[in-house]
């Protein structure tokens, strides 16, 4: 008899497994974006100080930190599946609060609920997404996050011009009801990660899980990898402490950190400025915006075709290259023809093309892909959620700290500094951060313990596409 599973245990497609699993992305994009339309028109219905105002920006930022220090012990508690449905709930009252506030102060509480959705899927997704996917296609899965994420912000996008005649700013919130719905909805469809199973006992149900796709390897030969790789240690907060595990989990913070300090937050804040000083009005600022999107989205779609491709560490390499080029590019053009000039505002919109492409198609996604693949699993939660912390924790000063380089430097050494963070970033990468394309997660984990994950030369060709490797099981 053999083991193979029939084909009624093989009835959900990988593509809807991946699709709804990083549902929770557009949600994250979606309630990132929209507020900026929603600033311009809440003011039609109660009065919004000025710190008020900031406070309903920001507000999720807070939420986001607190859902992501939460996720560190529910992630595993309640298993990754669980959790998203919890997050859509989460989404669900959020959206509800802040659609129908009455107050700024009862929409900053719905901002913040919407930030503690925000702060699970940011640290549950990537986790989800990287356990169920084979390595041969683990870096174009979870760059899904970044493209539902990017997706996400387009269509809040979209939804604030639509809208932006009536100023019809609660309905702009509200569509978010829509995919939170379809998130809710879709867990029921969904298997549990076969990693946090098996760390369970649960090996039938991790069995059956693996059945159900016809895209990885067979179920026996996954879970025994599974296995050895959670012998090796049980994971806990003290665990990070561990040699072979502050490394990695080091390593994790350093990507995301340096992520958002290439600029990206400040390009957002800034292009409006640029638009105004060249003579844009409102409603063509917000198509620019849309253009803006568009251009993310389109970019990654890349990553999602080539993330398997290339080593991870050449594609983050490039990204801090062009990232930085283009803020060196804006800072120069600053510096020679001023701020608010004609020329500056042509020049910073090709280089926030260019910086937007350049980031939605590297650091965007493949930062991820490696945080997810380089923590072992015993810490793989707590790490991710410490991780994200540092995310949002680092949105925070760059967004703080933007406007004080402005005025005390002028935007041409805002931008310079932006510029040095990706020379620093490259620096780094080269140095510290190993390579982790073609390798399973237990693979690599195994490598990290003794020490070889850093075999770049070893994992790519000479044109810095993945070469063929034999999988394994590591050794113990």
């Known amino acids: 008899m053999h083991s193979t599973p029939s084909r009624s245990a093989r009835q959900i497609p ?83 609060l802040a659609a129908t506030a009455g107050s700024a102060a009862v929409l900053i509480l719905g901002r913040s609920v919407l930030g503690l959705g925000i702060g699970f899927v940011s640290v549950n997704i990537p986790i989800y997404l990287s356990e169920l996917s084979p390595a041969g296609t683990r870096g174009r899965v979870v760059s899904l996050v970044q493209f539902m994420n990017a997706f996400g912000i387009l269509l809040s996008y979209i939804a604030n011009f639509a809208l932006s005649a009536s100023g019809a700013w609660r309905i702009m919130l509200a569509l978010a009801v829509i995919p939170a719905v379809l998130l809710f909805v879709g867990v029921f469809l969904l298997p549990e990660s076969p990693r946090w199973l098996v760390a369970r006992g649960r090996l039938e149900e991790a069995a059956a899980g693996l059945a159900r796709r016809d895209d990885g390897p ?77 251009i993310a989205v389109s970019a990654t779609l890349w990553a999602l075709r080539y993330a398997d491709s290339f080593s991870r560490r ?54 991820r892909v490696v945080q997810t693949e380089i923590l072992p699993i015993s810490i793989r939660g707590t790490a991710m959620s410490i991780s994200e912390v540092a995310n949002f924790a680092s949105i925070f000063v760059v967004t703080l700290l933007f406007p004080i380089l402005l005025q005390a430097g002028g935007a041409g050494f805002a931008f310079l500094t932006f510029t040095t963070v990706g020379a620093i970033a490259i620096a780094l990468l080269l140095i510290v951060v190993p390579e982790t394309s073609g390798r399973s997660l237990e693979e690599i984990e195994a490598q990290i313990r003794r020490g070889t994950a850093d075999s770049l030369p070893e994992a ?7 070469a063929p490797r034999h999988s394994h099981a590591p050794h113990s």
């Open 314 to 367: 050449r594609i983050l390499i490039g990204g801090a290259a062009i990232t930085g080029s283009a803020m060196l590019l804006c800072a120069i053009a600053t510096w020679s023809f001023g701020l608010t000039s004609v020329v500056t505002g042509t020049v910073a919109i090709i280089c926030f093309s260019v910086f937007k492409a350049g980031y939605a198609s590297t650091w965007a996604p493949v930062s």
């Open 218 to 294: 067979d179920p026996a030969h996954t879970i025994a990898e599974i296995q050895l790789g959670l012998a090796a240690s049980h994971g806990s907060w003290r665990t990070l402490l561990a040699p072979w595990a502050r490394r990695p989990a080091l390593i994790a913070i350093l990507l995301t950190v340096l992520a958002q300090f290439l600029g990206i937050n400040a390009i957002t804040y800034y292009s409006p400025t640029v638009l105004t000083a060249i003579g844009f009005s409102e409603s063509a600022s917000l198509i620019t915006t849309i253009g803006f999107g568009s």
């Open 460 to 466: 790519t060709q000479s044109d810095g596409t993945i």
């Open 14 to 96: 990988p593509w809807f497994i991946y699709l709804f699993g990083a549902l929770g992305a557009i949600l994250w994009g979606y309630d990132t974006g929209v507020v900026s339309g929603v600033l311009l028109y809440i003011k039609n219905d109660f009065p919004v100080t000025a710190t008020e105002s900031g406070l309903i920006t920001s507000s999720f930022t807070i939420g986001a930190i607190i859902g992501a220090v939460s996720s560190a012990l529910l992630v595993d508690r309640l298993g990754r599946r669980r959790l998203l449905q919890v997050a859509a709930i989460v989404f669900l009252v959020g959206t509800l």
